[in-house]
C-alpha cells in the first residue's frame, strides 16, 4: 500500500505539464516564425527610410528644410503622408523646377523605387494618407453613372465635366485628367495638391473615389465615343460659343458684305 502511495502522481501534475508544453510551443513558434518575419519586416522599412532621408537631403531638403519641417520656399511636410509624396514625385511636379503659380506635370526623374523610399521617410515624419492598393483604384464592379453625378458635383467646376481640363485666377489651372493613372487621380483626391481641395473617406469613400476613376476611364477611354459630333476638345460652352462666333456671325458677315457688294453692282449697272 506505501508503494503505490509513492507512485501516484499529484492531480495538478497533467496541468503542469500541459501548460509547459504549450509555453515551449508558443516559445519556439515566436521564436522562429512570426519574429523572423516581423524582424524583416522592420528592417526592411528602416532601411528604405533610411536610403529615402538620403534621397531627400539631396532633393527635397533645400526647399522643404531639413527635416521636413518647410522654409519660406516650400511648405512643411510633417503629415502629408505617403500618398502625397507619391502623387508629387510621381507626376514629376516635384522637385519642382521653379516656383509659380502653379508647379506642372513634368517628366519623372526618380523610379518607383526610389519614390517609395522618399515616401516611407515622409510618413515616418507624421502620420498621413497612404498609397492606395491596386484594389482601392481598380474601376472593376464600380458604379459608373454614380461616378459621373459625384465627379459633375465636386469636380466638374474646375476639371471639365469630362475631365478635360480648365483655367483659374492668377494664372492657375485645373489640369486634364485625360491619361492620368488611376493611384495617382485617387491620391489627388485623398491629398488635395497645390489648388484642390482635400476628399478625405469622410467625404468621398473609398467606394466614391472608385466610381469617379470608373467613370473617367469611361469617358476619356478609346473606345468613347461623342453623341454630339464634333467635340470640340470636350471643353463646353465656352469652346462651343466661340465656334459660333468665329465661324457662325464670320460666315453671316461675309454672306452680308457679299449681298451689299452685289446690291450696289446692280444699281450702278
Known amino acids: 500500500m506505501k508503494k503505490l502511495s509513492a507512485r501516484r502522481r499529484h492531480p495538478l501534475a497533467a496541468v503542469v505539464v500541459l501548460l509547459l508544453a504549450l509555453a515551449a510551443t508558443g516559445g519556439l513558434y515566436a521564436a522562429f516564425a512570426p519574429a523572423g518575419k516581423a524582424q524583416a519586416d522592420e528592417t526592411s522599412q528602416s532601411l528604405g527610410i533610411t536610403e529615402g532621408q538620403k534621397l531627400y537631403s539631396v532633393g527635397c531638403a533645400s526647399c522643404h528644410g531639413t527635416g521636413g519641417q518647410g522654409s519660406s520656399d516650400g511648405p512643411s511636410l510633417v503629415g502629408v503622408g505617403a500618398a502625397a509624396v507619391d502623387f508629387q514625385v510621381g507626376t514629376g511636379r516635384m522637385p519642382a523646377q521653379q516656383p509659380g503659380a502653379q508647379i506642372p506635370r513634368k517628366k519623372v526623374i526618380y523610379t518607383q523605387a526610389e519614390i517609395d523610399q522618399l515616401a516611407a521617410y515622409i510618413a515616418s515624419l507624421g502620420a498621413g494618407p497612404a498609397i492606395p492598393t491596386k484594389n482601392q483604384v481598380s474601376p472593376e464592379g464600380a458604379d459608373i453613372a454614380k461616378g459621373g453625378e459625384l465627379f459633375r458635383t465636386n469636380c ?114
Not at 250 to 260: F, K, N, R, S
Request: proline share 6%; with cysteine; charged share 20%.
Open 156 to 269: 466638374a467646376q474646375c476639371h471639365n465635366f469630362t475631365g478635360k481640363g480648365g483655367a483659374l485666377t492668377h494664372g492657375k489651372f485645373a489640369p486634364s485628367l485625360e491619361g492620368v493613372d488611376p493611384k495617382h487621380i485617387y491620391e489627388a483626391m485623398q491629398t488635395g495638391p497645390q489648388n484642390m481641395p482635400s476628399f478625405p473617406d469622410t467625404t468621398l469613400t473609398e467606394k466614391n473615389k472608385q466610381d469617379i476613376i470608373a467613370y473617367l476611364d469611361a469617358v476619356n477611354g478609346d473606345d468613347t465615343e461623342s453623341p454630339g459630333g464634333l467635340e470640340l476638345g470636350g471643353l463646353g460652352p465656352v469652346s462651343e460659343g466661340l465656334f459660333g462666333w468665329i465661324f457662325g456671325l464670320g460666315t453671316l458677315v461675309a454672306v452680308a458684305v457679299w449681298v451689299a457688294a452685289r446690291t450696289a453692282k446692280a444699281k450702278k449697272s
